[in-house]
């Protein structure tokens, strides 16, 4: 479990079911973690100074938590499915609908829920013992940039959170690629880069451009589009 001990990790997973939040990696950058809970994503907001317009990310630990979280068509899954297998657990954030029953726990007018699945193998574990689906965004103050190292996360927050844990796992620096599936098509939300192996690739030359357009052609064969 690299250099974290597991009483790090219960400790995280306490804080976090007790309205706390978290500072911890994924395989992006670092970032503030805290349950699906009022209070607690309030305090996430505060710590971050950030607007309640700017929606935060859903981690879960496997794709089964979809049906907890998501609301969509008859047959949705089955679509998106083979974008999913092929590109989770990575940098990719998928907008989906979302199911009201969730998402009024912690935002009552939030429509869209955007999710991922994290590579980072610790960082699944806390979710997974958090309860599957944690929230997060990245962990620095709105207007500054994000994160990949502890010595730079600003004295503010540290003071505001409840529990920062380091991770020796290499962050690729920038937030994720984020997808929307609508009408039987995956339009590009926010291009980032991916990384694949040790390599980078923009998104123009990369491997997901290429995928996703065959898929969006293949789709508007079936839909006479």
Do not use: C
């Amino acid at each position: 479990m690299q250099d974290i001990k597991r009483e790090e990790i219960a400790m995280a997973v306490n804080f976090l079911k007790n309205w706390g939040v978290v500072v911890f990696p994924t395989d992006t950058v670092y970032g503030i973690w805290a349950l699906p809970d009022e209070i607690a994503v309030e305090k996430l907001y505060q710590i971050k100074k950030r607007d309640h317009s700017k929606k935060i990310i859903a981690l879960i630990d496997d794709r089964s938590r979809l049906a907890e979280i998501i609301d969509e068509k008859s047959g949705f899954l089955e679509k998106i499915t083979p974008v999913l297998e092929k590109f989770w657990p990575w940098e990719l954030t998928v907008i989906f609908r979302a199911k009201l029953d969730f998402t009024k726990k912690f935002d009552q007018w939030l429509a869209t829920i955007w999710v991922r699945i994290p590579r980072n193998e610790t960082a699944l574990d806390i979710i997974r013992w958090a309860g599957g689906i944690v929230l997060t965004t990245s962990a620095n103050i709105s207007w500054e940039p994000s994160i990949i190292s502890l010595e730079k996360l600003n004295p503010q927050i540290r003071e505001e959170i409840d529990m920062e844990i380091s991770d020796t796992s290499t962050l690729t620096g920038t937030p994720s690629t984020i997808i929307l599936y609508e009408d039987w098509e995956i339009r590009l939300e926010r291009r980032e880069y991916f990384t694949w192996g040790d390599k980078k690739s923009l998104w123009q030359g990369g491997l997901l451009g290429l995928y996703l357009s065959t898929y969006n052609a293949y789709s508007s064969t079936l839909t006479g589009a």
